[in-house]
């Protein structure tokens, strides 16, 4: 079967592997992380036709010939994307094992909603854990980008 | 050396192999590989052992420590790691300021023990206290030692020269020389004396490597390769302790290339693929032994009735026996505090690979000199033939001191000869790391007629001894640790026992303070001399708007203060009680913390609110479910951490105390939060909960808002 990762087409064999387990160990596209392996913790969220999905959850088969997006296909020509920007200046983590996935659900929150309510930033990133805390200025960072400004 | 704390560092290797291989290697049809090996009990027995606490000197020479490449950028050399708590940036805002370079001209290369001089490992937060003035040390000889250089260089006085911007300068004749081309890349050998330290700027640096982190290029434990690496998985039981009583592994699947690899006690399988592994170990069938033990609800009379050894008195003061007959008021308290897990995001990974030279394993470790000496121990190696390395890890909260995952990797790599991956799943992470300890604390506290306290009688059950001693003043005093055995695999977290013991320290206090009817702020301030905890109970209540507002059904304002590791916290909160689910919610927090001097506001107060934002979890909802040594909880489904509905709005003032030393700041802003909430719903409720989690369900009715 074929998918395409970052813009690139690329074939897979085993439709019920994991699409996590696909990108990290054959694609060699480690951004994105294992954290529950259950859809609980977004680590290993990735944008299937901009849409977030929980990677670990996934099997291949289920997206055969679709967009996927990872951390690695976000920058573009060497500039960050605005919420990769955007993380960097509010200093938005502490360990960054849930960055990828949090940037990855923010992109696709400000692709549906550019200015979303902080109530509905907290409930669309609700299933995205970050362990060490760094929920405030994950939405400030969130909330930087969707105000246009970028202050830290 | 730090002193050692119960639950540091407590865990033991769990695995010992046979030195002398005597692998019997059968070939499956498909290529797939048995390797057997007859278990060995003494052997397995004998590891246990090993790995325990071993210092070294750090060493004076200042090459140890650090590099001047001939392009002038500076490589450090720390045993520390980075789990998060911005260490990497601290070391070297340390190592920049001393040296009088930017940031971005040092390299930190840390925890590699082929690298960096010896380190007991990240814990304990004691890198900022010894490892920062270590690095500054360092910085001012070579600093000393280039102006040297640069003064024989032009024949001047080296009292004349100054060193900035990378460069020794001669403001005299306006002559200047890069360091680069003063060392020409060779070492500076000079042995580190007293030098003359700075304190640190107070600049908020931001995080070093954090490009590397929003692209996902930082390569984390788990994200290492190796050219011909497979992917292992271990066969579990589902009690940590439950011993292998048979196996059978003639189901294994003969496609896949996986290896089925058993030794002692071990099996495991490795193969191309993490799916190829798990297919061939389910074809494993295995036979466990799990030892009956006490389930969750059971587990605090069981402290009491197994004691590990002989009670320690941490303070014995006055006359406690005889002062409750003084007393005006006597408050007397049952505390238990649950089992929690630190769910480091990244969970335990490792990769091993098995040299000619010996063996090279990286992995997330907050101790990697310790992994290394498990690792030797397990193999019968010299420590020098292993080489670890801890690349900036999905953090660790005091979860990661041990070395089991790497143990597994290299096993399964020495009997593959190929480089293995073993990466935990969250369930693994779940039952066989290991745990913050539960406890039973009891206690006893009066005051006399004038409102002070009198006297005080704690004793904690198997919970540890951090943060055991008062603040405040109290002129009787018994305080008692007793260890006890534990059901679950106990160890280091976050802030250790200081958690539990304030829980209930300042729990109690707020309960004193009500019988004698008194403010719980006032109450505090008059029996409290310590000018430090003063300062931040102060600062925090002030933020707060502390008494501006009363506390009312479904409504309630708490606060607590204490101190640990030479750091102060304050936090006061406001907490909310939905009437229908009787569910808590913190609405606000202020939090006041003072750690010395500061190294870095913007990542000190990070550290601060991710602390809360993690003690919340500890405060509300998380604990493990056991029925014996099996967690009947252990998947993210079914614990529950704080998440983004749990964000209070927060408010932080970190007190700058630029006249002192630094203190370490990753653990004490946890362990007030628990008693502030707690407190909180005593004022809204009239009741003093007295269990952590303290609502995992949501309050009971009873204590529901109308
Ligand atoms: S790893 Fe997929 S949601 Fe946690
Ligand atoms: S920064 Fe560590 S889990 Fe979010």
């Known amino acids: 079967m074929k998918l395409r990762v970052n813009g ?51 099997p291949l088969g289920a997206v055969a010939d679709r967009e996927i997006t990872t951390i690695e296909g976000l920058e573009s020509d060497g500039q960050l994307h605005p919420v990769q920007q955007a993380f960097l200046d509010a200093g938005a983590m502490q360990c960054g094992y849930c960055t990828a996935g949090m940037i990855l659900s923010c992109v696709s929150l400000l692709d549906r909603h550019p200015h979303p309510g902080e109530e509905e930033a907290r409930r669309a990133l609700n299933g995205n854990v970050c362990r060490c805390g760094a929920y405030p200025r994950i939405l400030q960072a969130l909330r930087s980008v969707s105000t246009g400004g970028r202050h830290a | 050396m730090p002193e050692r704390e119960r639950y540091e560092l407590l865990e033991k290797p769990a695995y010992h192999f046979e030195t002398e291989r005597r692998d019997v290697l059968k070939l499956f ?17 004998s590891g246990r052992a090993r790995g325990a606490w071993r210092g070294e000197p750090l060493p004076d020479a200042v090459e140890a420590w650090l590099h001047i490449g001939p392009d002038g950028r ?29 940031p971005g001209q040092v390299e930190m290369v840390m925890g590699d023990t082929a690298r960096t001089p010896f380190d007991m490992g990240t814990f304990g937060s004691r890198t900022t206290p010894t490892m920062a003035p270590r690095m ?37 004749s306006g ?16 042995t580190i004396g007293k030098e003359q330290v700075s304190r640190p700027r107070s600049e908020s640096v931001p995080k070093v490597n954090a490009r590397d982190i929003v692209t996902g290029a930082h390569r984390y434990p788990s994200d290492i390769m190796r050219p011909g690496m497979l992917y292992g998985k271990v066969l579990r039981p589902r009690a940590w302790d439950a011993d292998l009583v048979s196996v059978d592994v003639s ?14 006690k071990f099996v495991g399988a490795a193969a191309p693929s993490v799916s190829a592994a798990a297919r061939a170990l389910a074809s494993v069938k295995a036979d466990w032994n799990t030892p009956a033990g006490p389930s969750n609800s059971e587990v605090f009379d069981y402290f009491k009735r197994n004691p590990a050894g002989p009670a320690e008195d941490a303070v014995r003061s006055g006359d406690v026996a005889s002062a409750w007959q003084q007393a005006a008021h006597t408050v007397e308290g049952h505390y238990t505090v649950a089992y929690i897990a630190h769910v480091p995001l990244e969970p335990r990974a490792a990769v091993a690979e098995w040299t000619p030279n010996g063996l090279t394993v990286w992995t997330g470790t907050q101790r990697p000199f310790g992994v290394r000496e498990e690792l030797a121990g397990a193999f019968g190696l010299d420590v020098k033939k292993v080489h670890v390395l801890m690349p900036d890890c999905g953090s660790g909260y005091g979860g990661k001191h041990t070395g089991e995952c790497a143990i597994e990797a290299a096993r399964l790599a020495k009997a593959t000869n190929r480089p293995v991956k073993v990466v935990w799943t969250r369930e693994e992470e779940f039952r066989f790391a290991y745990l913050r300890p539960a406890g039973l604390i009891e206690v006893r506290g009066a005051t006399s007629s004038d409102g002070k306290l009198l006297a005080w009688e704690f004793h904690n059950y198997n919970s540890g001894p951090s943060g055991l001693a008062t603040p405040y003043e109290i002129p009787h005093q018994l305080i008692a640790f007793h260890p006890t055995r534990s059901p679950l695999r106990q160890g280091s977290y976050r802030g250790l026992a200081a958690t539990a013991n304030h829980f209930v320290r300042e729990s109690h206090i707020d309960d004193i303070a009500a019988a004698s009817g008194v403010d719980p ?33 479904g409504r309630g304002f708490g606060l607590a203060c204490g101190m640990e590791k030479g750091s102060f916290v304050a936090n006061c909160v406001e907490i909310a009680i939905d009437p229908g689910s009787g569910k808590v919610r913190v609405r606000r927090v202020s939090t006041a913390f003072e750690c010395g001097a500061i190294v870095n506001p913007d990542h000190l107060k990070n550290q601060v609110e991710g602390a809360v934002m993690m003690g919340i979890g500890g405060a509300l909802f998380e604990a493990i479910e056991f029925e014996g040594s099996r967690i009947t909880n252990p998947a993210l489904s079914r614990y529950r951490v704080p998440r983004f509905a749990d964000l209070p709005e927060l408010s932080t003032v970190l007190v700058n105390r630029r006249d002192l030393d630094s203190a370490g700041a990753g653990e004490t802003p946890i362990v007030t939060i628990a008693p502030a909430i707690r407190n909180a719903i005593l004022a809204a409720t009239g009741k003093g909960l007295r269990a952590l989690p303290l609502a995992p369900a949501g309050l009971s009715g009873a204590n529901r808002p109308a």
């Open chain 1, 8 to 58: 690139k087409d690329v074939s897979a064999q085993d439709p019920d592997r994991s699409v996590l387990e696909f990108l990290r160990d054959d694609l060699g596209l480690t951004g994105t992380k294992y954290g529950c392996g259950e859809g609980q913790c977004g680590a290993c969220t990735v944008l299937v036709d901009r849409s977030p999905v929980r990677s670990c959850i996934t």
């Open chain 2, 136 to 172: 500054r040390a360092a910085g001012v000889a070579a600093r000393q030692a280039l102006i040297e250089l640069a003064a024989q260089h032009w024949g001047v006085n080296p009292a004349t020269l100054e060193a900035a911007d990378g460069c020794v300068r001669d403001p005299k």
């Open chain 2, 29 to 45: 049809a498909g290529g797939g590989l048995l390797v057997l090996i007859p278990h060995s009990a003494a052997a397995q027995e």
């Open chain 2, 74 to 102: 500076v490589t450090a050399f720390t045993g520390k790691v980075e789990v998060g708590q911005n260490s990497r940036t601290a070391l070297t805002q340390a190592v920049a300021e001393e040296l009088r370079v930017a």
């Open chain 2, 521 to 553: 702020l006032e109450f505090r301030l008059r029996n409290l001399k310590e000018p430090r905890v003063r300062a931040v109970l102060e600062q925090a209540t002030e933020r707060f708007g502390w008494g501006r507002e009363k506390s009312g059904p």
């Open chain 2, 175 to 190: 002559r200047s020389a890069a360091y680069g081309e003063l060392t020409h890349g060779k070492a500076i050998t000079r």
């Open chain 2, 251 to 264: 189901a294994a699947p003969k496609t896949g290339g996986a290896t089925i690899v058993r030794d002692g």
